[in-house]
């Protein structure tokens, strides 16, 4: 797993990599993280809209989680929640974290009675906080609209340790070269969406350690 850290309005940040996938995201951070308490736990990445509301760039910040497979929401910090909508992010009911890649257009709209977005490791991330006493909110920026099918099947070019095989992905589009006009596409969206979080994220952190001392005596850490 990739680590950095960094200081920003006198907290202290830590900023883990953990690859796609929720069973990643829980290994990860449990192998780099380890029983060091953490003040803060923000989840943060990309996700797909389940809502034509919600568009490509726009930050959305969840109330809660629904987890696949399970009946109980994980909740997602109220007064960081608030603080994220103050920043600029859009305050969303819930965020599905699914146990793979939604790919379909169709399968988006069948999610989208119970969730505002789709992504894959917020869940357990959050669960995981949770277990240590951790304050935790989830994140992301629209990367693709409820009505796009992703160009390719993420599912099948992407590895164990949940990063992108640049040679599966080669495969598919030798298999499918009409794809390649959509995946330079999404490729782009999926850029757009990347900066538009890097700078709510900024605003964010420094937002965290100016209103509340007790980020700055700890630190304000990101996942």
Known sequence: MNSYSTTMSGAEI????????????????????????????????????????HKVREVLAAESICVAHELNVVCCDSQLVEIAAACGAKKVKHFYSADHVVVGAKEKQEL??????????????????????????????????????????????????????????????????????????FGQQSRLAAESLAQFLDRYLNQLATLDPGFTEEGAKKA
């Open 112 to 185: 989208s009675v119970n969730a505002d977005a789709v992504e894959m490791e917020s869940g357990q991330l959050l669960r995981w906080a949770a277990a240590r006493g951790s304050r935790g909110i989830a994140v992301r920026a629209i990367s693709d609209e409820v009505g796009e099918d992703l160009p390719l099947d993420f599912n099948q070019v992407t590895t164990r340790s949940g990063a992108l095989s640049i040679p599966r992905v080669l495969g598919q589009v030798a298999r499918r070269p009409t794809t390649i006009p959509s995946l330079i596409r």
């Open 14 to 53: 830590n900023v883990f990599l953990t690859g796609i996938g929720g069973a990643n995201a829980w290994q990860e951070s449990s192998n780099g993280i380890g029983d060091t308490r953490y003040q803060v736990l923000i989840s943060s990445g990309l996700a797909g809209a389940l809502k034509p509301e």
